[in-house]
């Protein structure tokens, strides 16, 4: 082993500082965060928020037109990093024409840590017939053969783009069940963006939350809800002291920081903020909305 492979095996799986990223109409200014060896994060916000263009920039598809990326202290896109990614989309990447049973034949040759018996054993696993054609998938028997793949790829590092959703409720509890056998391994790391935030509570260390193409937090995921609550109260709100304020009728329901909940008078209730509750309020706020 070289010097410079062992110093590429030191990194963090993935290393993002300072991300921006100009195109028509949308704009990711100075996004930072890590993914490190045993950890899975989970990036949420709303549509339009950067998630995808982040996970394109780390794998080399976009430009940065500010800051770095690396994975495994390699440039995006490089064969270095790609060999030691598994990369799951929220559609299948192979042909529609393929039959499923011909899958590894035609990946193999492409992967020096291809595991063909994993391939068959998690296809069967994961309910995916081997017989039919990829285009004759249903969309969650599709997302799962490309998880299959993506395992048999023998990665280090998974990145999930918006894999569950349309799923019903038994397919995600597989995909999370996957995921969590996956990290067994003390040197595995997940990167999984989702809209359904109840996938990241039993999977997820760290959140990421990603607003207009800012990061509107970063930390522990049982920090985000122990930083802020959900208040609901009458008349007006003490607007320096709330975050996406929605109305109905005469009443209000902001995001709080739970630092600052009492400066709240008796009337108005403080609830736990869920992450959906975090995501939709922090949204709202960045766009000015007050429905």
Same mark, same amino acid.
């Given at each position: 082993m070289t010097d410079d492979t062992i110093r590429t095996a030191a990194h963090d799986p993935v290393r993002v500082e300072a991300l921006g990223i100009q195109r028509e109409g949308f704009r990711i200014s100075d996004v930072s965060f890590s993914v490190p060896r045993g950890g899975v994060v989970g990036m949420v916000g709303p549509n339009g928020a950067g998630k995808t263009t982040a996970i394109r920039a780390l794998l080399g598809l976009v430009a940065p037109d500010a800051g770095t990326v690396r994975t495994f202290g390699c440039a995006p896109g490089s064969p270095e990093a790609l060999a030691r990614i598994g990369i799951v989309l929220d559609q299948p990447t192979a042909a529609p024409e393929w039959r499923v049973d011909s899958i590894g034949r035609r990946l193999a040759p492409f992967y020096a840590e291809w595991d063909d018996a994993l391939l068959r054993d998690m296809l069967d696993r994961l309910g995916v017939p081997r017989t039919?054609?990829?285009? *004759?998938? +249903?969309? %969650? #028997? %599709?997302?799962?053969?490309? $998880? !299959? &793949? !993506?395992? &048999?790829?023998?990665? *280090?590092? $998974?990145?999930?783009d918006e894999p569950s959703s349309g799923l019903d409720p038994a397919s995600r509890r597989q995909i999370g069940d996957v995921i969590r056998d996956?990290?067994?391994?003390?040197? =595995? &790391?997940v990167l999984f963006s989702t809209h359904i935030t109840t996938d990241l509570d039993a999977l997820a260390d760290d959140l990421l939350v990603l607003v207009g193409g800012r990061v509107a937090y970063?930390?522990?995921? =049982? *920090? !985000?809800? *122990?930083?802020? /609550?959900? &208040?609901?109260? /009458? %008349? +007006?709100?003490?607007?320096? =002291?709330? $975050?996406?304020? #929605?109305? +109905?009728? !005469?009443?209000w329901t902001a995001l709080v920081r739970m630092e600052d909940s009492a400066v709240f008078d008796a009337g108005t209730v403080i609830d736990t903020a869920s992450i959906d509750d975090i995501v939709i309020h922090l949204g709202a706020e960045h766009q000015g909305v007050a429905a």
């Open positions: 039919q054609r990829v285009g *004759e998938l +249903s969309r %969650g #028997q %599709g997302v799962k053969l490309t $998880l !299959a &793949a !993506a395992l &048999a790829q023998r990665p *280090e590092l $998974l990145i999930l996956f990290m067994i391994d003390p040197d =595995h &790391a970063r930390g522990p995921l =049982h *920090e !985000a809800t *122990e930083t802020f /609550a959900i &208040a609901r109260g /009458a %008349g +007006s709100p003490p607007r320096e =002291h709330v $975050l996406g304020v #929605q109305r +109905s009728g !005469a009443g």
